[in-house]
């Protein structure tokens, strides 16, 4: 059993943030990597990338959307309430090294991921270019978080309510014609923004690593639920992942294996509230 | 009458006596007698034979006095006037003929013999002819669900045999001075000792004898391929069937536990070393009741939220109940054996981690990481690996969806690709849920398929389809990206390969195309990368697998051993279990010559 320590809701309660108390994997986890949940005994496992993590309290923290029925779920537990399963730490953790010039985009809910991978990226003495993307100003989160660890900041909203007015591309793109020692492209974020990323930055020929969702059950390669095709081979995001090369993922291919149980996800939530 | 059969029959029960050639009753019942009736001819007269119906009463009543000791010359039925008496039989005790008869007992027909010599007492059998009567005896089959019921649920299947089965299948072992099952059996279980113990009905000493070889025959007895183990050396399987060792040890084991006969064995005094096990499938849980039963402590560590392997994520309810593994896990948390769920070790610990605070380490990891075929639209949705349809179906239980809240994968035209057993279970469980056409698609022919007997004759009753020498070579999708149709090619045997299995070859322009709507693709596993990322200097062989030396399962790092799937590919159940007797064993000397080796500078401090 593991426990919520702290509770914070983000963007109007769309978006959760736990604190949990997790000693050994707060110990070992690394920005990237993430643990998967099962909230109680009939429940699902689903994976959350850690967000963040404080080794000597013992705890990490998880931030997600509510999206389904777990996360749902989720929302309505309160600090001190216990979660039956937290594993971790899963997957490959960001390969972070000092390259120079790094840009971190993050959409929605992705910044919560990215900013644990930026202040890797920082520590390890980085020059940091964050984009952070978001519907409007009110689901824009960890905008302070984020401006401490960036040495600069672009925020944009698709309709115009705070920062920049438009997609996360657009300064992306200026940044690109610009400046010619970006040396890496971090993007976390929905898959459609991850994929016109790609795209842009390799007109660039610029590096640039992606961070995968898909559907997962145990994390640890055994169902091959989570595969992704990378370079025309099939991979395993939660072994070989999370983190691709972002150019040479098939993001038609992910973006239909993620929307297959939106049947379900839908029936489930609709039993649970009857 | 059978030695054996005699000691199942109560004293006094009632016979029911039938005629071998005509099949009239001998038994006459009026008002208040009850007799058999016989003709027996003594120096040339007839004479009429009236004997007591029940067991082991040997009332005698003759038409002309007799002497005791004197010995009938022939028995009549009195129906047909037909002798009864066998030739080449003789008595046991005395070496006068005997008649035999048939009795009806246990709802079925056993041949009982009489001895011709007034007086003598017995009905036994000499060791040649209870020979000959135990291939009499055909292999009882197990009760079990019925077939238009069981595909509606997850029960078990077979109900296993009742007392008065299992002795009488007991019954059949011939008690072989070398017994060739046991060198069958990859733990080599004393099997005609078990056996012979269910027939003295001493049911819970047979469970002893299995446990000192096999700490969990109610699984082995239910998964292991025993047709190709133990039951394929049986002496009795050359003239008739095998007896059927399997299931009585899950006899055996069932009634141990149902009686609550399971007790907790007596731990050896601690010896302070302390041992990890990675993984709590079929070998780790060996080597953690091996280890634990010597006096070390022992933990194991489990990546998933549930223990058992193997037996909780991939064997279906239907095949080998949870209640059985998790019984079995209990056990060994009685015995003292640690147990940490959620810890994926090479993440939370690496292997160099856990030997700094333990002696030594056991990686039985299995080899968890589905393989596919590599070909086009294996990617489309309701295209499962069998691990991940097994997993979300037995562990997430998503069979119960939306109760659980894993969604189950739902089809109603179901092809699963490979023959194994997973395929079979995989078919199995599609067709409980819902599925009304499910076909097991193999490229190889009947004879190759991997799967137990057992398997594959459910699965056919359950009206499961085989297309054999078929081979799928790309799967259609909709436009929503999910499986509609595959394309298949036929296939021929060919040239033998490495496995000594003949190669099949595809035939050129037999393609066609097959309508399905969930395909499962049961066609084997690889070793699962986690332990290796993080533990670089595990020496892997060819096939990517760990390395061990057979004798000792010891890898190339010392103190660190390994067993079950993770080092030979996938194999069986038992068998990890006997890579983990191995290890336990060969770690326990290690370890025994370490504390020896630590204790004696000790002693000559002690001295000074």
Do not use: W
């Given at each position: 059993m593991f426990q919520i320590v702290r509770k914070q809701e983000m963007a109007r309660g769309t978006i959760i943030r736990f604190d949990i108390s997790a000693p050994k994997i707060a110990k070992k986890v690394k920005a990237g990597q993430f643990v998967i949940i099962r909230v109680n005994e009939t429940g699902e496992r689903i994976p959350l990338t850690v967000a963040d993590k404080d080794e000597f309290a013992g705890i990490i923290s998880i931030i997600f959307q509510v999206v389904g029925k777990t996360t749902a779920l989720m929302r309505s537990l309160k600090e001190g309430d216990l979660l039956r399963d937290v594993v971790g730490p899963l997957g490959r953790p960001a390969e972070v090294e000092k390259v120079g010039t790094v840009i971190m985009i993050g959409g929605g809910t992705g910044v919560a991921i990215l900013h644990h991978v930026a202040k890797a990226f920082k520590q390890a003495g980085n020059y940091v270019i964050g984009i952070m993307g978001s519907k409007d100003k009110e689901l824009l989160i960890l905008e302070n978080e984020m401006t401490q660890i960036c040495d600069e900041l672009v925020i944009t909203t698709d309709d115009g309510s705070?920062?920049?007015?438009?997609?996360?591309?657009q300064p992306l793109q200026k940044y690109l014609e610009e400046r010619d020692d970006v040396k890496l492209v971090y993007a976390i974020g929905p898959i459609i923004m991850m994929k016109n990323v790609c795209k842009l930055t390799e007109k660039y020929k610029i590096q640039t690593m992606v961070s995968l969702n898909p559907v997962m059950i145990?994390?640890?390669?055994?169902?091959?639920?989570?595969r992704v095709k990378v370079n025309d081979e099939t991979r395993f995001c939660c072994v070989d992942g999370p983190d691709f090369d972002g150019h040479k993922v098939d993001f038609e291919e992910l973006m239909n294996r993620n929307s297959l149980y939106l049947k379900e996800e839908k029936d489930s939530l609709l039993f649970s509230i009857r | 009458m059978l030695e054996h059969d005699v000691k199942y029959l109560k004293f006094k029960t009632y016979l029911n006596t039938y005629c071998p050639?005509?099949?009239?009753?001998?038994n006459v019942e009026k008002k208040d007698v009850r007799q058999i009736e016989f003709k027996a001819v003594f120096n040339q007269n007839e004479v009429d034979l009236k004997l007591s119906p029940?067991?082991?009463?040997?009332d005698v009543d003759l038409s002309v006095p007799i002497e005791k000791g004197e010995v009938l010359d022939d028995l009549l039925?009195?129906?047909?006037?037909?002798?009864?008496?066998?030739?080449e039989m003789a008595c046991g005790e005395c070496g006068s003929p005997v008649g035999e008869v048939i009795i009806s007992a246990m709802s079925k027909l056993i041949p009982f013999f009489v001895c011709?010599?007034?007086?003598?007492e017995w009905h036994g059998l000499t060791k040649a002819d209870e020979r000959r009567i135990k291939l009499?005896?055909?292999?009882q089959d197990m009760p079990e669900q019925d077939q238009t019921l069981r595909?509606?649920?997850?029960?078990?299947?077979p109900y296993g045999y009742t007392t008065e089965l299992a002795l009488l299948e007991a019954?059949?072992?011939?008690?072989?001075?070398?017994?060739?099952c046991v060198l069958g059996c990859p733990v080599n279980v004393p099997i005609p000792q078990f056996i012979a113990l269910i027939a003295e009905e001493k049911i819970d000493e047979a469970a002893k004898k299995i446990k000192e070889?096999?700490?969990?025959p109610a699984i082995c007895g239910r998964v292991c391929p025993q047709e190709n183990q133990c039951?394929?050396?049986?002496?009795m399987g050359h003239k008739d069937?095998?007896?059927a060792i399997g299931r009585l040890e899950r006899f055996v084991a069932d009634y141990e536990r149902k009686m609550d006969l399971v007790r907790v064995p007596i731990i050896k005094e601690n010896t302070g070393q302390k041992i990890a096990i990675i993984g709590s499938g079929p070998g780790g849980l060996t080597v953690a009741a091996d280890m634990r039963q010597l006096g070390y402590s022992v933990t194991v560590f489990e990546?998933?939220?549930?223990?058992?392997?193997v037996l909780t994520y991939g064997i279906p309810e239907f095949r080998l109940p949870k209640s059985i593994v998790q019984f079995e896990i209990n056990f060994l948390k009685e015995m003292g054996v640690r147990i940490e769920t959620n810890h994926v070790i090479g993440n939370i610990h690496t292997i160099d981690e856990l030997l700094l605070e333990f002696d030594a380490a056991f990686i039985?990891?299995?080899?968890g990481l589905p393989t596919f075929?590599?070909?086009?639209?294996?990617?489309?949705?309701?295209?499962?690996?069998a691990n991940e349809y097994l997993t979300r179906m037995?562990?997430?239980?998503?069979?119960r969806f939306p109760e659980y809240d894993t969604p189950m994968p739902k089809g109603f035209n179901v092809a699963v690709i490979g023959g194994g057993n997973v395929a079979m279970d995989c078919a199995r469980t599609a067709k409980r849920t819902g599925a009304t056409e499910v076909t097991i698609v193999y490229r190889r022919s009947r004879q190759e398929l991997p799967a137990r007997g057992e398997e594959v004759h459910h699965a056919q009753e359950e009206g499961i389809k085989f297309k054999l020498l078929t081979n799928p070579i790309r799967y259609i999708g909709t436009d929503s990206k999910t499986v509609k149709a595959m394309e298949c090619i036929k296939m021929e045997l060919g040239e033998p390969d490495a496995s000594g299995r003949r190669r099949p070859v595809p035939i050129e322009g037999s393609n066609y195309i097959m309508d399905v709507d969930l395909v499962i693709v049961a066609v084997g596993n690889g070793p699962n990368p986690v332990i290796f990322q993080s533990t670089p200097d595990l020496k892997r062989n060819k096939r990517g697998y760990i390395e061990a030396?057979?004798?000792?399962?010891?890898?190339?790092?010392?103190?660190v051993y390994a067993g079950g799937d993770i080092v030979t590919g996938s194999a069986t159940v038992i068998e990890a279990m006997g890579a983990g007797r191995i290890a336990a064993r060969a770690m326990h000397a290690k370890l025994s010559a370490l504390r020896e080796k630590k204790n004696k500078p000790k002693k000559e401090t002690t001295k000074r």
């Open positions: 705070y920062g920049e007015r438009g997609f996360v591309t145990d994390g640890t390669g055994m169902c091959g639920g989570c | 050639h005509c099949h009239n009753s001998f029940y067991l082991d009463v040997f039925c009195p129906t047909c006037k037909k002798s009864l008496i066998v030739k011709m010599k007034y007086g003598c009499k005896i055909p292999r595909v509606h649920n997850f029960q078990e299947v019954g059949r072992c011939l008690q072989c001075k070398n017994p060739q070889t096999n700490l969990f039951e394929s050396t049986c002496i069937k095998p007896v990546a998933l939220h549930e223990t058992g392997g039985g990891v299995g080899a075929m590599g070909i086009e639209g294996e990617s489309l949705g309701h295209v499962f690996s037995n562990l997430m239980k998503a069979y030396n057979p004798e000792t399962m010891e890898t190339s790092k010392e103190f």
